[in-house]
């Protein structure tokens, strides 16, 4: 677990305990996902895990995971009224680079092959 739920709380979260466990798993997927497990070789107290806390609840406070519901609009419509959202594709892989920078691949990297 990347951020407990009474961290959660002290540092501002909103859900409920059994929504922030279904978003902290998926938070933590996701943040693995782009870091391609990095953080797993890392020692309980590196200071980096403050950081990831705090990227845990930004990513589920700004719904960048998605709804907890399964239903994610992009826009609504009420008779004459329309509402449209803006896109939060590709928000949470940004805010993991700007908050893990050296956990994650900036492109192409080349090595020298030392034996072949």
């Given amino acids: 677990m990347y951020l407990t739920f009474a961290r959660y709380q002290e540092i501002g979260g909103k859900l409920t305990e059994s929504n922030f466990i279904r978003a ?4 933590r997927m996701k943040i693995d996902s782009v870091t391609q497990n990095r953080l797993q070789k ?3 107290d590196d200071p980096i895990w403050e950081r990831v806390g705090f990227l845990v609840l930004e990513l589920i406070e700004r719904g960048y995971l998605g709804s907890l519901e ?3 609009f992009t826009s609504e419509s009420m008779g004459k009224m329309s509402v449209t959202w803006e896109s939060k594709a590709g928000k949470a892989d940004e805010l993991i680079k700007s908050f893990l920078p050296s956990f994650v691949n900036q492109g192409i990297q080349t090595a020298r092959v030392l034996r072949a």
Avoid: P
């Fill in 24 to 27: 902290e798993m998926t938070a």
């Fill in 42 to 44: 890392l020692d309980a």
């Fill in 70 to 72: 399964g239903k994610d």
